[in-house]
Antibody, heavy 120, light 113 residues
Framework: EVQLVESGGGLVKPGRALRLSCTASGSTFGDYAMSWFRQAPGKGLEWIGFITNKNYGGTTEYAASVKGRFTISRDDSKSISYLQMISLKTEDTAVYYC???????????WGRGTLVTVSS | DIVMTQSPDALAVSLGERATINCKSSQSVLYSSNNENYLAWYQQKPGQSPKLLIYWASTRESGVPDRFSGSGSGTDFTLTISSLQAEDVAVYYCQQYYNTPYTFGQGTKLEIK
């Protein structure tokens, strides 16, 4: 059974950078499209962006709120997806989740999330 | 962007009774070429990550109890729990995957009356 585990969260000052990782167990990670989401404390879910699998060129797309600051990548040899975040703002404080896409862009497996706190 | 609006924001239902959550999209999420509605429902229990319940508006994810069902088309959708169980206490979200940015409703908090 595939599982997703996020890591790399923590406390970071505004303007700094942070890289999150999403590690998948199982041997078929390369077949999946992956997406990242966040959930601010007490708030709803926000889609951040996705990366397709290699068959679709590893294409990325982002929400307007993070475009130019966040970058999603993947290393299929390690079964990891990354979320590189730069120029962090206090409003980026949230639990960050990675999720695996189903046949289309619904998300059938989520990690447990990692908390990112942006504060001086 | 497609705006997803859920109603109600919160709902209290007695054990064994029916719970109904509504979701309205600001534009149709029905894709004419395949006649599919690009709409999913998720359950998020306290302290946990979201769990997929329903996709294509009415297809139940494997392992999801059959008391959960989804219906609707175009812009109006419903998640129904036919007989509420204690473990169904959660926040429920609808999500459109018709186009990017993929957007969620604000969530409906379901509690036991």
């Amino acid at each position: 059974e595939v599982q997703l585990v996020e890591s790399g969260g923590g406390l970071v000052k505004p303007g700094r950078a942070l890289r999150l990782s999403c590690t998948a167990s199982g041997s078929t990670f390369g077949d999946y499209a992956m997406s990242w989401f966040r959930q601010a404390p007490g708030k709803g879910l926000e889609w951040i962006g996705f990366i397709t699998n290699k068959n679709y060129g590893g294409t990325t797309e982002y929400a307007a709120s993070v475009k130019g600051r966040f970058t999603i990548s993947r290393d299929d040899s390690k079964s990891i997806s990354y979320l590189q975040m730069i120029s962090l703002k206090t409003e980026d404080t949230a639990v960050y989740y990675c999720a695996k896409a189903g046949l289309r862009w619904y998300f059938d497996l989520w990690g447990r999330g990692t908390l990112v706190t942006v504060s001086s | 962007d497609i705006v997803m609006t859920q109603s109600p924001d919160a709902l209290a239902v007695s054990l064994g009774e029916r719970a109904t959550i509504n979701c309205k999209s600001s534009q149709s999420v029905l894709y004419s070429s395949n006649n599919e509605n690009y709409l999913a429902w998720y359950q998020q229990k306290p302290g946990q990550s979201p769990k997929l319940l329903i996709y294509w508006a009415s297809t139940r994810e494997s392992g999801v109890p059959d008391r959960f069902s989804g219906s609707g088309s175009g812009t109006d959708f419903t998640l129904t729990i036919s007989s509420l169980q204690a473990e169904d206490v959660a926040v429920y979200y609808c999500q459109q995957y018709y186009n990017t940015p993929y957007t969620f409703g604000q969530g409906t908090k379901l509690e036991i009356k």
